[in-house]
């Protein structure tokens, strides 16, 4: 009987730790809580559209909220640094865009290592930009505009969302290959760039497909041309700006970070998450409406990506001496 109580006391004492040891493994179980995607422009323009759509799908495949902060500023400097100084936990995401492709070359200094501060999670998408200008404009074309800043070297104006954006650098382009002069007008944000461009205190913008769509759609923005190499099936009808001017190429493409040392667990929980996410109907349509394609792969093929993407825009910054001021 002692023996059988001892053993019983045993068997108790192991189902208990066995028990305990699921407890321990459930509470370890990612994600447990809500999650942050910061999205390092102002609201209104194409990144923040996108982080809330992404942002409700990874909700859904989750099971966990998915809060969606703001953070512009210098550049999206503000935003990725507030991910690089987060605990590596997997709860604090940035999406990035262009910008985190040419910082490391527009600025003298960073306060982080753009190459080292940050875990790639995913690329999602990819697509042209547009050159629009307001319903009342008298441009219509490429040709127009060239000629018009050609006639009066300097009188055109165009915006962007900040000095060292995407927009700010296909208009370097746009002018280096044209052999014209134009004059920059950054602001904080896309949002407020197009309310100029809107009312008529700017000339022209080029600016993300998502960001500037709607506007297109609602006919107070007339598109003139898209940014790619080839014409883009959801600008049907639009000309390429290298049509005008070859070897003009200016690409949008947004990536899911996580601060560095997050583990490669997570990682890949998060990874698997955005292509179911992408994957739904609403979402497809959604992207495909605004001229992205969807391009969703592991971590790696993001870092990939923006190797590539650093090499190709260190060359032009350097040869045109384009500073952030």
């Keep these: ?38 999205a390092p422009f102002a609201p209104g323009g194409g990144t923040d559209q996108m982080s809330r759509a992404l942002g409700a799908g990874l909700a859904k495949v989750l099971g966990q909220i998915v ?8 550049g999206t ?26 910082n490391s070359t527009l600025q003298a200094s960073l306060p982080y290592d753009s190459d080292k501060a940050f875990a790639p999670v995913a690329l999602i998408a ?7 200008v307001r319903s009342e404009s008298p441009f219509h074309s490429v040709q127009e505009i060239v000629a018009a800043a050609r006639a009066q070297p300097g009188k055109l104006t165009y915006a962007s969302q900040g000095n060292g954006t995407s927009a700010h650098l296909a208009g370097e382009m746009f002018q280096n290959l044209g052999k014209i002069e134009l004059t920059h007008i950054p602001y904080r944000g896309a949002s407020l760039a197009l309310t100029d461009v809107l009312g008529g205190q700017v000339d022209l913008f080029i600016g993300t497909a998502a960001g500037v769509s709607p ?53 890949d929980t998060l990874n698997l998450a955005i292509q ?25 093929e ?24």
Excluded at 15 to 32: D, F, W
Excluded at 246 to 261: I, K, L, Q, R, T
């Design 1 to 38: 009987m002692l023996l059988t109580s001892q053993v019983q006391k045993i068997m108790v004492a192991l189902l208990l730790a066995c028990a305990l040891g699921h407890v321990q493994v459930a509470r370890a179980i990612y994600p447990e809580k809500s999650l942050r995607l910061i």
């Design 276 to 300: 179911q996410t992408v994957k739904n109907p609403d979402f497809i349509k959604k992207i495909e409406n605004e001229g992205l394609t969807i391009s969703v792969g592991a971590p790696a």
């Design 215 to 267: 506007l297109i759609a609602s006919g107070k923005l007339r598109a003139i041309a898209v940014t790619s190499p080839l014409p883009s099936g959801a600008f049907e009808g639009i000309a390429t700006v290298a049509a005008t001017l070859p070897g003009y190429a200016v690409e949008s493409w947004y990536g899911v970070y996580a601060p560095a040392g997050t583990p490669a667990s997570i990682v």
């Design 126 to 132: 990819r697509g042209p930009n547009v050159l629009v």
């Design 67 to 74: 809060v969606i902060e703001n953070k512009p500023g210098a």
């Design 77 to 102: 400097v503000i935003g990725m640094d507030l991910v690089a100084r987060s605990a590596p936990d997997g709860y604090t995401l940035v999406l990035a865009t262009f910008a985190h492709a040419v």
């Design 302 to 325: 993001l870092e990939q990506y923006v190797q590539a993407e650093q090499a190709r825009w260190r060359k032009i910054i350097l040869e045109n001496k384009i500073q952030t001021q």
